[in-house]
């Protein structure tokens, strides 16, 4: 299981920071993904982590984003700077498999980016 | 405006057979596996079908999927109210070294 924690409100120029706590395996083996919906929008992707230290982020996010990941609390993070209201999002934590598809995904947690 | 296009929305009836399309490039369903979705509201995201064709364990065999060139479907046959739900096409996209999403179709049991 995956459940994402952090704040529910950032105010816009700071940065949005979330962790995905995960539960039932360790997070050592796979990729890890973060993605967002806006209200009434579709899904984005953000980007993968592997424990290893690897990343790989959407090109139109690369500049803000920073994921990271610590394998003794089975918990991996996601860092947006310099945010914005089109920010505002449902933000979920998915494992990634090594052929591209997020199985399972948590729970997902709102973000409003509001001042 | 996704790279990979489904209609906004599609429905049916109990009982029918709907198809969902999501068209895309040589970049992406071209060249790699797509991947479908079913979200609902509230909800955790499922995939139903990964490897252009392939359903988890657990998925019933009513959801099947196909891909032919830069385009992929997802058939939902046998429709139930519960299979009311947006869905969404996914796939890497070589040229964007990004994952996409198609803009989701928001299916209606009438």
């Known amino acids: 299981q995956l459940q994402e924690s952090g704040p529910g409100l950032v105010k816009p120029s700071e940065t949005l920071s979330l962790t995905c706590t995960v539960s039932?395996?360790?997070?050592?083996?796979?990729?890890w993904s973060w993605i967002r919906q806006p209200a009434g929008k579709g899904l984005e992707w953000i980007g993968r982590f592997y424990p290893s230290g690897s990343t790989h982020y959407s090109p139109s996010l690369k500049s803000r984003v920073t994921m990271s990941g610590d394998v003794s609390k089975n918990q991996f993070s996601l860092k947006l700077k310099s945010v914005t209201a089109a920010d505002t999002a449902v933000y979920y934590c998915?494992?990634?498999?090594?052929?591209?598809?997020?199985?399972?995904w948590g729970q997902g947690i709102p973000v409003t980016v509001s001042s | 405006q996704s790279v990979l296009t489904q209609p906004p929305s599609a429905s049916g009836t109990p009982g029918q057979r709907v198809t969902i399309s999501c068209s895309g490039s040589?970049?992406?369903?071209?060249?790699?596996?797509v991947y479908w979705y079913q979200h609902l509201p509230g909800t955790a995201p499922k995939v139903l079908i990964f490897?252009?064709?392939q359903r988890p364990s657990g998925v019933p065999d009513r959801f099947s999927g196909s891909k032919s060139g830069t385009s992929a479907s997802l058939a939902i046959s046998g429709l139930r109210s519960e299979d009311e739900a947006d869905y969404y096409c996914?796939?890497?996209?070589?040229?964007?070294?990004?994952?996409?999403f198609g803009g989701g179709t928001k299916l209606s049991v009438l």
């Open positions: 040589s970049s992406n369903i071209g060249s790699n596996y």
């Open positions: 996914a796939g890497w996209d070589d040229s964007l070294s990004s994952v996409l």
């Open positions: 998915a494992r990634m498999s090594s052929l591209g598809w997020f199985d399972p």
């Open positions: 490897k252009n064709d």
């Open positions: 039932g395996g360790s997070i050592s083996s796979y990729y």
